[in-house]
């Protein structure tokens, strides 16, 4: 019989089972803080009607899209490329059964269909959550607060959220006279950082803008300080545009929120480089940045927008949301070296009856602590002992309880702690408290 060489498609990723361990770790992490703040589960299909997915039409995202026509059907389907689109459809589609605000989050996979590179990927997890129907301040505070507590908890070091607002910039360019570029303009600061000065002032000049236009948007966007000293600099600015007063009114506001939450001032941060490029980006936007792994870059960004279902439904939808590109994130952090993957099973524990005769208490014991809610996995494999231990030093399971004769003689398991080497004996009751 002929074998076919197992291989995966380029750009979709599987992992070990270490590595899927810790991917679900940081999976749980997301979801049980969005949950925590209140934000409903959502799940949309993997493949929408593809006159719907792709209603906007245009630009680079037909040519970024996987899409399928059933043999003896003209009807097309498209796989989701992000998870923005389908809560678009989902909200103008069930706009008359949802309450407003409406907060929901939705982790799933998306596809794109664009070249595969290191930490690129044609399918990907996105965790994105959304708050629909709102326009508040405290609304827009709620995601920074939400982005401390998953990154506190990941633990990859220190963190900034970095925030600015879009009316801020938008009102400044109206101010100086150069509304008509105002989009152009986003585009290029949001490319500030990853470009020289020069290639910077040739874009901003390639515009049609002035020298003198130049220099103050260069000026503007290098102000430095703490949030309180951004907040003044920004109020003693003359700027004659009310859209710009009303977005540094919305961006204390935050600040101010973010303190009654207590989260630490040292976690968010106003930078008026941060703009988004993407032109739905109304209101305030925000970037997060690993302190220690600056070459990461964004590891979780969003912002607020004015009408998210405007292809779909007539009704005034503005909202505000955040997106974890996960699996992004992941492979970065695994090729530093960040992320350990030690441990291939995700039981702490490893039963061993020495042989079979002790096999039915090897399960009672397995039982006993399963219900106690201890990951337990039970070895049957009745082979040499130093065999059986370096399995479950190669699983890193944390701990190996022993039952044998001795110990069904005394009634009583030995358990061995693998970090230490150390043994004890406890009765089936001891061990159940002393492992949970």
Do not use: W
Request: charge should be negative; hydrophobic fraction near 40%; include cysteine.
């Amino acid at each position: 019989m002929n074998t076919v060489q197992p291989r995966r498609p380029s750009g979709f990723s599987e992992y070990l089972p270490g590595e899927q361990i810790e991917f679900n770790r940081l999976l749980t992490i997301i979801r049980s803080t969005y949950e925590k703040y209140g934000f409903s589960p959502l799940d949309t299909p993997d493949l929408e009607l593809t006159e719907v997915l792709l209603a906007k039409g245009g630009g680079e995202t037909e040519q970024q899209v996987y899409s399928f026509t059933r043999e003896g059907s003209d009807t097309s389907l498209t796989m989701r490329y992000d998870l923005t689109v389908p809560l678009a459809r989902y909200v103008a589609e069930h706009q008359s059964d949802l309450v407003f605000p409406f907060s929901r989050y939705h982790i799933g996979k998306v596809h794109r269909a664009e070249r595969a590179q290191a930490g690129r990927a044609r399918e990907f997890y996105q965790c994105d959550v959304d708050t629909i129907g709102s326009t508040s301040p405290a609304v827009d505070a709620q995601f920074p607060a939400v982005i401390n507590e998953i990154f506190e908890q990941f633990g990859f070091g220190e963190f900034v959220v970095r925030m600015n607002n879009r009316q801020i910039l938008n009102g400044f360019f109206e101010g100086i006279g150069a509304a008509a570029f105002s989009e152009q303009i986003l585009r290029t600061i949001d490319k500030m950082e990853k470009i020289s000065h020069d290639t910077l002032l040739e874009l901003l000049a390639g515009i049609g803008l002035e020298q003198q236009q130049i220099e103050k948007i260069i000026a503007f966007t290098s102000l430095t300080g703490s949030n309180d000293e951004h907040i003044s600099q920004l109020r003693n600015l003359e700027v004659s545009s009310d859209l710009y007063h009303e977005g540094i009114d919305r961006l204390e506001k935050v600040v101010s929120a973010l303190r009654d939450m207590q989260v630490p001032e040292h976690r968010f941060a106003i930078d008026l480089k941060i703009a988004r490029g993407l032109d739905y980006y109304t209101g305030i936007v925000y970037e997060t940045v690993l302190v220690d792994y600056p070459q990461v870059g964004s590891v979780c960004s969003g912002g607020r927008y004015d009408n998210l279902a405007s292809y779909y439904t007539s009704m005034k939808l503005p909202g505000v949301g955040i997106s974890i590109g996960l699996t992004r994130l992941f492979y970065a952090m695994r090729e530093l070296g960040v992320i350990k993957t030690d441990q291939k099973s995700p039981a702490s524990v490893l039963v061993l009856p020495i042989d079979e005769a002790h096999q039915t208490a090897g399960f009672g014991v397995a039982t006993e602590l399963r219900v106690a809610g201890i990951n337990t996995l039970l070895n049957t494999e009745y082979g040499k002992f130093g065999d059986r231990m370096r399995y479950a030093d190669r699983l890193g399971v944390k701990h190996v309880v022993v039952i044998g004769d001795d110990e069904a003689a005394q009634q009583v398991v030995t358990l061995k702690t693998m970090e230490t080497g150390s043994s004890e004996q406890l009765s089936v009751a001891g061990l159940v408290a002393r492992l949970a």
